[in-house]
Structure formats: structure tokens, C-alpha cells
């Protein structure tokens, strides 16, 4: 939460408003997707009237904290375990703009985005996100993935080389390394969403040829 606009709440109010957003956040523990872990399946009929009850509590202490921008990444991350991207998205957009100095926040921002084929949003964010922390791999992997959905194969390939030279390891950057390489030389426009690049993938990667 911001400090500056909780200190202009009474004490009362600034107790409700942490009161509601830690009920919130305790009810949505381990039930929505985080960065790192395994995918969560789709919540069952109880997971999501507690995730719509967590929503409600959020939005009202939206409503007594703009500022909020933990509320807001966390609305968009419920949201995701709707899988309903659009809303999470001007969710993320909210919080961004609010904090566009949490990585976090512009790494989901560019997510959701690339779902649906925002590549204004997606690439600015990512941008972001590389300018925030220069020297995570991981971040400017999530930017060649951006730069690729939107045609940008120079760029997706500068990204790229970044991510798997900064760690060497890491499976995704290696994946997207050779997606970007793939359009590259073959000359071939990418489909504009992740999903429909995954689709195209899994029928001409290297590995489904064998």
C-alpha cells in the first residue's frame, strides 16, 4: 500500500483498509498463479466464490486507496486464474500505473497483453520491465517473446541473445531463442498471440519434426 495516500485516512479508516486487504490476501493463499510455480487448474465451484469474495474485499479497498497497486496486481491475478485476460489485463494496467517501477507488476502487464495480441502494451511494458531489472534474463526473454508476437524479428533477436547469454540454463529462453531464430530464417510472419504461437510450435519445432 502507499504511504501517502493512507496518511491522509483516520485512523479508523486506515485500520479497516488493512484489515480488508490482509482478510483478502489470506483467502487467496495458494490459489493464484504465480511466477516460478506449476499452473493451477481451473478453481472449482467453492475456490471461486472465495476468490469473488476476495475481489469484492480488493475493490474496496481500491475504492478507500487508489494508490493501492498490491490490490490492484492481486485483482488481475485472480483474474488469471479466471483466464479471463482481458480483465486481468486493465487490472495490471491499473497497478502499472500507479507503480511502474515494480517488475512484477510490468512483467504481467506484458503477459497478459501478448495473450491477446496488445503488442503496444505488451512491448512497453516488457521495455519496462528490462529497464527496471537490466540484468534479468528472464525479463528480456519475456521481451524477445513480445518483440517476436509483434513482427520484430531484429529486436526479438537482440532480446534473445541477452536472455540465454545471461543464463545459458534456462529451458524458456532457449525455447523462445529458437522460435525467434525459426521466423528469422525462414522468413515466415509469427503468429500475433502466445497461444497461437504455441499451437504453431508444437507442430514445427525442431523436436516435433523428429
Wanted: net charge negative; with cysteine; aromatic share 6%.
Amino acid at each position: 500500500m502507499e504511504r501517502s495516500q493512507c496518511s491522509e485516512m483516520n485512523d479508523e479508516l486506515l485500520a479497516e483498509h488493512n484489515r480488508l486487504f490482509l482478510q483478502a490476501a489470506a483467502m487467496i493463499q495458494g490459489e493464484i498463479p504465480l511466477h516460478g510455480q506449476p499452473d493451477l487448474p481451473a478453481p472449482d465451484l467453492l475456490q471461486t466464490r472465495k476468490l469473488k469474495s476476495a475481489i469484492t474485499l480488493f475493490e474496496r479497498v481500491v475504492e478507500m486507496n487508489p494508490t493501492n497497486w498490491s490490490a490492484m496486481w492481486l485483482v488481475g491475478k485472480i483474474y488469471q486464474r479466471f483466464q479471463n485476460t482481458p480483465v486481468a489485463l486493465s487490472w495490471f494496467v491499473r497497478s502499472f500505473r500507479v507503480n511502474p517501477s515494480q517488475p512484477d507488476v510490468a512483467r504481467e502487464v506484458s503477459i497478459c497483453a501478448m495473450e491477446i495480441g496488445r503488442h503496444d502494451v505488451a512491448i512497453a511494458a516488457a521495455e519496462r520491465a528490462t529497464q527496471i531489472e537490466p540484468n534479468n534474463p528472464g525479463l528480456h526473454s519475456n521481451l524477445a517473446l513480445a518483440y517476436l508476437l509483434a513482427g520484430r524479428i531484429p529486436e526479438a533477436q537482440t532480446a534473445s541473445r541477452i536472455a540465454t547469454e545471461g543464463d545459458p540454463s534456462d529451458t524458456i529462453s532457449q525455447t523462445i531463442q529458437s522460435m525467434v531464430q525459426h521466423f528469422a530464417e525462414s522468413g515466415l510472419l509469427p503468429p500475433t498471440t502466445t497461444p497461437d504461437l504455441l499451437i504453431f510450435w508444437s507442430h514445427n519445432s525442431p523436436r516435433s519434426q523428429r
